[in-house]
């Protein structure tokens, strides 16, 4: 189904459609990330850090950024849709590609389950007369279909759910910088007391940043798919390095931004438990239904998500099938060029997903949860390994394609590296964090063990 060899280093001749155009991408990319980790969950790592948590997101980002540059690097010069799968068979072998496409796979259909639920429970929350399985059931139907359609039709889907988040965050941006300024009616300039104030800057001090850092890191994940939508592009080496040139720099500035407004706006200390902070900033100067925009806000960021994970999950278990690594009747593409079986593969086992996080929330589905928690520590790690290896090879077998590169190689891939492996550490030194380190440790191994025995047995073959 492809023309290159596990390790040759030449791109691979997709049969998908070619449908998607730059501002897609460039919007994927923003939209892929920014989500209800950063509008709800950034309220747990404020807690942990104060004003530090701006610290925090400028580590935990600065980590994501190194990692989007090194896949950036690789996916510029050899696009796929399997894309960091596809790198790591080529740089460590089978078994690597494998590993990593499978547990990405699952991660993405777990985590599709959380955010379609949460979704329902807001939209149950507006129309009481609809049960919340019935709306996971339109919002899974209505994905699924959009799916199954053009990828430009998806493209356009993302775009514009993408547009909406982005709206939102800049004119929070606006509002947060005039009310520090006392430019908003019944506001005085507030200085930087709030920073200085409480506590400090760093109240909790430097363990304060850490754990903030064990809080936001993840909300990170998401960008990967960026690099996999890029083969369905008219020029993917072009489209995905500028699509990781924008989208790491602006969801840096989207997310750091955002974090300086709310604590300076207001004292980190005034965050209320289980509220977003967002909407808390709102609410203190003075705009109308802060919590209901805030809400329709998230509850868009959730869908958008939903339907960019299902994407991704679609496409990279139809890469596995074009490797062997994955059944050979997901290959099957419709005319318009979507690999229709592999979109319903994904779609199907986030059924069965969302059921068990219906059914059994705090405990079939929170284990899954857990599972997968650290699983993208996983996938970021072996970006780091596969960029090592292949860029000397890339180097010496055709420099040519190495139109984005990486920063100061090899020092920051190793420096990556070790941050990567001090968060683990911390993880497992977390009573919250650890379950998710040790459920995701067992999750690939189980993945490595079928991994092996498959090398075993094609190896007597």
Do not use: C
Request: hydrophobic content about 60%; cysteine-free; proline content about 4%.
């Amino acid at each position: 189904m492809h023309d290159a060899s596990p390790t040759s280093l030449a791109a691979e001749a997709e049969p998908l459609e070619h449908g998607l155009k730059q501002r897609h991408l460039t919007m994927l990319g923003l939209g892929g990330v920014i989500g209800a980790g950063l509008f709800v969950g950034s309220g747990a790592g404020i807690a942990v850090a104060g004003p530090g948590i701006v610290l925090s997101y400028l580590i935990a980002g600065t980590l994501a950024m190194l990692v989007m540059r090194m896949l950036g690097e690789m996916s510029s010069a050899m696009p796929a849709s399997g894309s960091f799968s596809v790198h790591a068979e080529r740089a460590l072998g089978r078994w690597a590609g494998f590993s990593v496409g499978w547990l990405y796979w699952f991660l993405l259909v777990v985590v599709l389950a959380a955010e379609a639920t949460a979704a329902a429970s807001i939209a149950h929350g507006w129309a009481p007369g609809v049960p919340q399985w019935g709306w996971v059931l339109v919002f899974m139907l209505v994905f699924t279909v959009a799916n199954l359609a053009a990828v430009k039709n998806f493209g356009e889907f993302e775009f514009w759910f993408a547009a909406l988040k982005v709206g939102a965050l800049v004119l929070f941006l606006v509002l947060g910088a005039l009310a520090i300024l006392g430019l908003m009616p019944d506001t005085e300039p507030v200085g930087l007391s709030h920073l200085t104030g409480d506590g400090g800057f760093l109240p909790n001090g430097w363990s304060g940043v850490v754990s903030g850092v064990l809080a936001v890191v993840f909300a990170f994940g998401g960008l990967e798919v960026v690099t996999i939508a890029a083969a369905e592009t008219d020029d993917p080496a072009r489209a995905v390095g500028r699509a990781v040139r924008s989208a790491v720099v602006r969801i840096l500035f989207f997310y750091v931004g955002s974090m300086l407004v709310i604590v300076t706006v207001l004292p980190w200390t005034a965050q209320k438990a289980g509220l977003s902070p967002f909407v808390t900033v709102l609410d203190s100067i003075g705009v109308p239904s802060a919590g209901r925009i805030m809400e329709i806000v998230v509850f868009v960021a959730l869908l958008s998500a939903l339907n960019a994970n299902l994407y991704g999950a679609s496409r990279m278990v139809f890469s596995l099938a074009e490797r062997g690594e994955a059944p050979k009747g997901l290959l099957r593409v419709t005319g318009s060029g979507v690999p229709r079986r592999a979109v319903l593969a994904s779609v199907a086992f986030g059924f069965v997903s969302v059921l068990l996080n219906l059914r059994w929330p705090d405990s079939v589905f929170l284990y899954m949860l857990n599972a997968v928690g650290a699983v993208l520590l996983f996938v970021w790690a072996l970006i780091a390994v596969s960029q090592l290896r292949l860029r000397r090879r890339i180097e010496a077998e055709a420099p040519e394609r190495l139109t984005l590169r990486m920063w100061a190689f090899p020092w920051l891939t190793w420096a990556a590296l070790a941050a990567m492996a001090a968060i683990l550490v911390l993880m497992l030194d977390d009573d919250a964090a650890r379950p998710q380190v040790l459920w995701s440790a067992g999750a690939t191994a189980a993945v490595l063990l079928v991994s092996g025995v498959r090398e075993l047995r094609s190896g007597k073959g």
